[in-house]
């Protein structure tokens, strides 16, 4: 998100290489899938997940870029009316920020929408901003707490098996639990392989669950 504000903040219409101060952001870069280990172009998917830190209430929230909608979808683990509006302010930078660059990267000629009849773009012009929602109902973290970021990562989970984010509370000890055994269990496989680097570690494994006496199935 520094690389988004920082654009935000310094980009002009005439700048069309979003440059600033000499120096080349590289927010395109992510966009045509060259900075992420997917390496996956952002027009051959329909959603994309953003983690965005929101500096003024040390706070993390998903947003969740839907390029049919012409939407970004907030998931936030702790909803109040204070809270929110900071929330928003960093939101709606991503908002602004994204046409531009999916049009320096030429996202519209390679994504399959037909901008000119599809019903949440013609009405735009390109370089309007993204629409925004907040998505309600969403399992929030215990007062106090500061699991906004264990949250996050489970919305996503939720989100990249399912199509929406289930209105039961999580259990943060157990989705702890669970993240560290599937951590230690790739750092080991990794560290066996001898790999270097994620894109040279060995394929995960399918998964077989069996139930034996005695297991106990826990919902998380």
Not at 33 to 62: E, N, Q, R, Y
Not at 65 to 88: E, F, Q, T
Not at 112 to 117: A, E, H, L
Request: glycine share 4%; charged share 20%; net charge negative.
């Amino acid at each position: 998100m520094n690389i988004v504000t920082t654009v935000f903040d310094v980009y002009k219409l005439d700048d069309a290489t979003l440059n600033a101060g000499g120096k080349k952001y590289h927010l395109n870069e992510y966009v045509s899938g060259f900075s992420m280990h997917a390496t996956l172009s952002w027009h051959t998917v329909d959603h994309m997940f953003i983690p965005v830190h929101v500096k003024a209430k040390h706070h993390w929230v998903l947003a969740v870029i839907s390029y049919n909608h012409r939407c970004i979808y907030v998931y936030d683990s702790l909803s109040a009316a204070g809270h929110d509006k900071a929330v928003l302010t960093e939101i709606e930078k991503l908002a602004k920020v994204i046409p531009i660059c999916l049009i320096e990267c030429k996202f519209n000629g390679n994504k399959v929408i037909d901008i000119d009849n599809h019903p949440n773009y013609k009405l735009n012009d390109k370089m309007d901003p993204f629409g925004v929602s907040i998505v309600e109902n969403v399992p929030q973290q215990p007062s106090g707490s500061f699991d906004c970021g264990l949250y996050m990562v489970t919305y996503v989970e939720c989100l990249t098996f399912g199509e929406v984010v289930p209105c039961i509370d999580f259990d943060p000890d157990l989705i702890r639990i669970r993240y560290t055994s599937l951590l230690w269990d790739y750092s080991t496989r990794k560290a066996n392989a001898k790999a270097q680097s994620d894109d040279e570690a060995p394929m995960r494994p399918l998964r077989i669950t069996e139930l034996i006496e005695g297991t106990e199935v826990v919902d998380i």
